[in-house]
């Protein structure tokens, strides 16, 4: 026992001792390269069939017209490599086919390589004139000596392949005639050859009819697959142009708006801006040309100034609107305090409103704090105070109030004014540069509201509007939160 004892723990040691990871790795190493290998030779594979149907094309050709081409070419070239290994393999088995035999099998060898070369030369119809007519004449020249082997389906796919590559009519019904006449003749009528290959050789006999399907349904394959590559980038072209299209559209409407507006604009403003050049013009001319006493020109002096206040207010609203064309895109949200900035607005606009003796009140949240762009939101609060003081009547009530809610900054800017109509809401909604006479005979553009509307737009806001004749309007937007 003790021996056996020693000699297994001697085998054990010698089995432990044997290095298994060196052929573990050679054998991983191995397989690695051939791995590799196969890989190489399948993108070389890949790249000599696209340079193969590529023969020939052009720039100039349309997408169907390079498709059909490398299908074309393909053929050709799968043709060739048959023409070479059909002959190849028959001379191996020792095959004693007669002379004409190998000839026929050696011509599609020949042919597509004629072919291919003139594709290559760009004499792309002489091309398939060649194929349509050399493949069923050399065939049928075997036929008609005695020479049968089984190649006879050879024609339905001449005839298949001529409907879908020959454009012209006539030549495509001759290809047609002639590879189904052949088939005809030579295959149904013509029964006695003096040389059989299924008597021969039963084998090579089924290969060729089977080669001769395959032919069939690989070209039938290619040409279903590319006609579905070809639809569906003509799906894609027509998404594409439909988009476009809808984006022109859409553009156009811009355009067309954008020409409107500016129409409206400029006739508001050439109208508009005579009357306080007029005001100053007749000022000044009566103070050079008649010696006019301080307190008539003391009493003018109102009259021009309530004309510039506007022209300024217009201006500003003007140039405003020029950046925000020409920069349609550029909004540049910060942290906005809008309790302070609605103090500073309110001092600014107090000579309007004291003038009118309008008491205007603030009623503001603390920490209000938006996210948004700290110049647009001070022209939109300028205009809808400045409106409010313009349509409230003397001794009249303006409350403006700020509040942070879970939906955002609610702004609003309540007066007790004329309020407005459903038909002047209407107008105002529309965009409309739609304007009236204030309570003291002020004037007004309507560009102020399009620019509250726009501003607060770009801003993640949105302007409502509530009104009563007689009974004042309220004028709110809420804007986003902006952490304090």
Partial sequence: MKFLSQKSLLIRNRIESIDMERPVNIIDRRLTQFNAGIRSTGITALRLLGRIKAIGILDSMDEYEKRKLGIFNQLNFFQ????????MAGLMHNEKLPTLAWLVASMPAFISVLVLWLNGRQHHHVALITYFVLYPVVTCIAYLSGINLGVELSFVLYGILSVF??????????????????????????????YQLATANTYFYFFNQVLAIAFIFYGLFLIKKENAGYQYSILQQKEELAANEKLQKKQTEELTQLNVLKSKLFSVIAHDLKSPMYALRNLFRNMQQYNLPAQEIKAMVPEVV???????????????????????DSVKPQLVDVASLMTEIAKLLRLQAEDKKISVELDADENAIAYADKDMVNLVLRNLLSNAIKFTPERGLISMQVHRTPQGIEVSVRDSGMGMSEDVLVKINQNNFYTSKGTANESGTGLGLVLCKEFLGRNGGKLFIESEPGKGSTFSFTLPVGAA
């Fill in 306 to 328: 309530n004309e510039l206040t506007y022209t300024t207010s217009l201006m500003e609203n003007l140039l405003q609107w020029a950046r925000s064309q020409m920069q349609s």
């Fill in 80 to 87: 060739l490599v048959t023409g070479i290994l059909v002959p």
């Fill in 165 to 194: 590559f020959l454009q012209d009519i006539s030549q495509m019904l001759f290809a047609v005639g002639l590879s189904m006449v052949s088939y005809f003749v030579l295959a149904v009528l013509c029964k006695s050859y003096t």
